[in-house]
């Protein structure tokens, strides 16, 4: 409708009204204002979670209604007009006015202003003759005349979000301090500014350096899964629609089997299975079902950063157990340690195995160490996160039967599977994905295994946050992990072909370090290798520089800047992946990724050689 997409936001308030909230909206005619009232009350009759969110006081409902303030401004007031013209249709929690807002609009014709509750509208006369044909039509509207002009109301609400997001903010006493956080920046305690990713990726970019900082592969899948996505968005009908949220069921019962096999269990798949949208939404949404606020998450250090944020949002705090270096340079759990850090408030402890940032991979014996320490506290769930159980290089994975890894391990030797433990299928949520394993990082399909009382609440987080993982990647991930367990390029399945080349990218990019002086800290799985870096002085520009993702500069940061901008490696410090308590242990250690082609590793290889050695 012309009438509607002519609506434009403008100033100053109306002289007729004293709300500190007031704005002037451009109209085409007085006469239609309460026509255009009365549509908009028409939208909001189709959203009646909305108008629950603004009529009804329950802070629960509006952090699932309008978690980061939604409807802003403009929205608020066009949701607020309307609802009192739509309260017969929202279960009558507004005390009905229908004909409040028309009556005042009337009486505000002569003034140049079409003032009702929560703002005023100057008129535009120009646009009259669409409104006077808008009021025509809407004389007699069928059901699905009523269906389109639902929608054209949505358009404007679009609009004005738009003009209200670009347009320079208007002073009045809604808008906030210049200084003050948002609520996302305040539940995140200050982490939502830059970062270790946007600094470090914007120098990848801006260098066009040897990217050894983010894990993920640089070559392409393998065949067999890029014809089996080929197949899956081949197919027709159904496969482009929405599947069961909880998981396409094909992928769900193949899930369950293979799980059941890793776990010497019966997996059920429709209770006891989750498809999310990648490893990080199963890690986002087994914490918000989990922790309560105050709740203390216990995380092992160094850890991938990622959780920190999803831990605060989900209201806990988090609490950490440093891990130790070992003679072997490796690192090491401190049991007694770990036991020391728990406390009654601690409800959830993240296991990662294999490790990032650092390869380790939990042996038997410190698995079975932490399953006693988690009965010793009945109140712990474990969030075991295992995207990295399919690439394990140590000696363990070779050797099923000296306690390293679990029977019926489909590819997965040398993993131990923490819910497989005496008693800790019932205190386990197992979070993994296929993106490592397949080298699709994009697909995002990841999944949560465990208990049904606790996958039952995962389950009904997903349709509040999407309504389901995508349905051609999901069916394509059925073949692939049905294609996966057979032999591959010579070997006697993809597994063994994967695990095999990522011990010869490990050991190209550490003696790639060991040319620099970087001395390779031991990686048994994973991506990554951790490097020390304490025989290399870093230049002084760049340990008094500061950057906004790090105003006070560490070392390893300093040294990561450095590689980069002067010889075109790029790196990522280790310090972000330490508590500020705890940070000095991360200064002389910086994480390479060996997820790299062949050719990459090379350029890597004369790069560092390059590296002066002081």
Not at 25 to 54: E, G, Q, R
Not at 505 to 523: N, T
Not at 569 to 587: T, W
């Amino acid at each position: 409708c012309p009438g509607f997409l002519s609506t434009t936001v403008s100033a100053p308030p109306c002289p007729s009204q004293t709300r500190a909230d007031q704005h002037h909206l451009n109209m085409p005619s007085s006469a239609s204002a309460a026509k255009w009232a009365a549509t908009a009350a028409i939208a909001v009759s189709t959203l009646p979670a909305i108008a629950d969110a603004f009529t009804a006081p329950s802070p629960h409902m509006a952090r699932l209604v309008n978690p980061a303030g939604l409807l802003r401004g403009t929205e608020r007031r066009l949701v607020g007009l309307s609802m009192t013209a739509s309260s017969e249709r929202i279960g009558g929690k507004v005390e009905q006015k229908q004909d409040a807002p028309v009556q005042e609009a009337a009486q505000a014709e002569g003034s140049g202003d079409v003032c009702f509750d929560g703002g005023c509208m100057a008129i535009d006369p120009s646009h009259s003759r669409g409104m006077d044909m808008l009021d025509a039509e809407l004389e007699d509207l069928g059901e699905v005349e009523r269906r389109l002009r639902r929608e054209g109301a949505l358009m404007l609400l679009e609009k004005l979000r738009a003009q209200e997001s670009s347009a320079p903010p208007a002073a009045s006493l809604e808008s906030p301090p210049p200084k003050e956080q948002s609520i996302i920046a305040k539940r995140l305690a200050g982490r939502s500014g830059p970062t270790v990713w946007s600094e470090f990726g914007a120098l990848a970019a801006e260098t066009k350096g040897i990217n050894l900082g983010q894990g993920f592969p640089n070559w392409s899948p393998p065949d067999f899964v890029v014809e089996a996505a080929v197949q899956a968005v081949s197919k027709g009908g159904a496969a482009h629609q929405y599947t069961r949220t909880a998981g396409h069921p094909p992928l769900c019962a193949l899930l369950a089997a293979r799980y059941s096999m890793h776990l010497g269990r019966t997996v059920i798949p429709d209770s006891e299975v989750a498809v999310t949208v990648g490893a990080s939404q199963a890690l986002f949404l087994t914490l918000q079902t989990l922790v309560e606020q105050g709740d203390e998450v216990l995380l092992l250090e160094p850890f991938f950063d990622l959780y920190i944020g999803q831990i605060r949002l989900a209201g806990g705090t988090p609490t950490y157990c440093p891990l130790q270096p070992n003679s072997s340079k490796g690192f090491e759990l401190d049991i007694d340690l770990l036991r020391s850090k728990i406390t009654p408030k601690t409800k959830v402890l993240i296991l990662n195995s294999p490790h990032n940032p650092t390869g380790k991979v939990f042996n038997k014996d410190e698995m079975e160490a932490i399953a006693q320490v988690v009965r010793e506290n009945p109140q712990i769930t474990v969030v075991s996160d295992e995207v990295y159980k399919y690439v394990i290089h140590s000696d363990a994975s070779a050797k099923p039967e000296d306690g390293g890894a679990d029977a019926g391990s489909l590819g997965s030797e040398g993993h131990v599977h923490f819910a497989k433990l005496d008693g800790m299928w019932d205190r386990t949520l197992t979070v993994s994905s296929a993106g490592k394993t397949f080298s699709v990082t994009g697909w995002q399909v990841g999944w949560v295994i465990g208990p049904s009382r606790m996958v039952r609440d995962v389950q009904t987080m997903l349709p509040f946050v999407q309504f389901c993982a995508s349905t051609p990647m999901q069916e394509a991930l059925v073949s692939v992990l049905k294609h996966a367990d057979q032999p591959y390029k010579g070997e006697e399945t993809y597994y063994d072909w994967l695990r095999k080349g990522y011990v010869a990218k490990r050991d190209a990019l550490a003696a790639a370090m060991r040319s620099a002086g970087i001395e390779p800290m031991q990686s048994e799985g994973g991506f990554f290798l951790v490097g020390d870096t304490s025989s290399l002085t870093v230049p002084d520009k760049y340990m008094q520089d500061t950057t906004p993702a790090m105003p006070s500069m560490t070392r390893d940061w300093a040294l990561c800047r450095w590689f980069a901008l002067e010889h075109g490696i790029v790196a990522i410090p280790c310090s972000p992946f330490y508590s500020p308590e705890n940070r000095e242990l991360g200064k002389d250690l910086v994480r390479f990724a060996f997820c790299k082609t062949d050719d990459t590793l090379q350029e890597a290889y004369d790069a560092f050689s390059k590296i002066p050695q002081h």
